[in-house]
């Protein structure tokens, strides 16, 4: 299970631009390594979707190839208007959804 | 004399064919694995619908030397006002040199205030990364920055 971390400012104020960072343990295998021992190619599994919202709406989003490095970082900007909940998903290949809330308060 | 005559010869056997040999490993290497500038081409023009880019507005940050190619900071910024009729769509990142040319896609909307993103990539070799801006009004902008990578990241 991927575990998450969000450092998404609790106040702003209305006008502000935000900086958002996430960071999300996963081993984004690419597909391409070998296992050393056997010589086999390890199945790629990674994370492709990442997805950031603001009560409800998608603001940020992005996708992942297989060259993003394990335990992929993201940060973006956000303008502060009112405020709100921001919820952040991430998309695993293989249907695995991991998500993340923060409130925001606008002053 | 004659001994002679055989060893220069024989020196010069020696030289043609290892010469041969290690085109063959250079020819072997460029084919195997990695994407050629053609592949990243291809997959620009799929993501742009053959748009034509303009250099500029676009600022991708890299180090000058990643020593792991395994996470190699990088990072995007657009001029842009970021209003509801003129913002920037889409970056895209594209890796050269890399065995697979994509490297992510980044979608912004107004709501973003600014057009700017950081991630940790992996690039298999010293290359050139191509990015690519799609503005809300169609305009495609671009840039080209090279990295000197230490070691590849791409597992072997």
Redesign the interface.
């Known amino acids: 299970m991927a575990k998450a971390r969000v450092k998404a400012p609790k106040k702003a104020k209305a006008g502000d631009i935000v900086t958002i960072k996430t960071l999300i343990t996963h081993k984004m295998e690419s597909g391409r390594r070998k296992n050393k021992k056997t010589g086999e190619v390890i199945p790629r599994h990674i994370i492709d979707k990442f997805t950031a919202k603001f009560n409800g709406e998608t603001f940020f989003s992005s996708d992942w190839h297989g060259a993003i490095s394990a335990n992929p970082y993201m940060s973006f900007s956000f303008k502060a208007s009112k405020s709100g909940e921001f919820e952040f998903i991430w998309h695993d290949e293989k249907g695995e959804i991991t998500s993340k809330k923060s409130k925001l308060v606008v002053a | 004399m004659t001994k002679m005559k055989v060893e220069v010869l024989d020196r010069r056997q020696f030289v043609v064919a290892s010469g041969a040999g290690a085109a063959a490993i250079i020819a072997g290497f460029s084919s195997a694995?990695n994407a050629t500038p053609e592949k990243a081409a291809e997959w620009i023009k799929k993501l742009t619908n053959g748009a034509k880019a303009t250099e500029g507005k676009i600022k991708v940050d890299l180090p000058e030397i990643a020593e792991n190619g395994?996470?190699?900071p990088i990072k995007v910024s657009v001029e842009s006002p970021?209003t509801a009729d003129n913002y920037v769509k889409a970056v895209h990142l594209i890796?050269e040199g890399?065995?697979?040319p994509?490297?992510?896609?980044?979608?912004?909307?107004?709501?973003?205030?600014?057009?700017?993103?950081?991630?940790?990539?992996?690039?298999a070799r010293t290359q050139k990364v191509i990015g690519i801006a799609v503005m809300s009004d169609g305009k495609v902008y671009m840039s080209q920055t090279q990295v000197k990578v230490t070691i590849g990241?791409?597992?072997?």
């Open positions: 694995a395994n996470t190699v970021m890796a890399n065995p697979a994509e490297l992510c896609s980044f979608y912004f909307t107004p709501m973003s205030g600014k057009a700017n993103a950081a991630t940790r990539v992996r690039l990241g791409c597992g072997g």
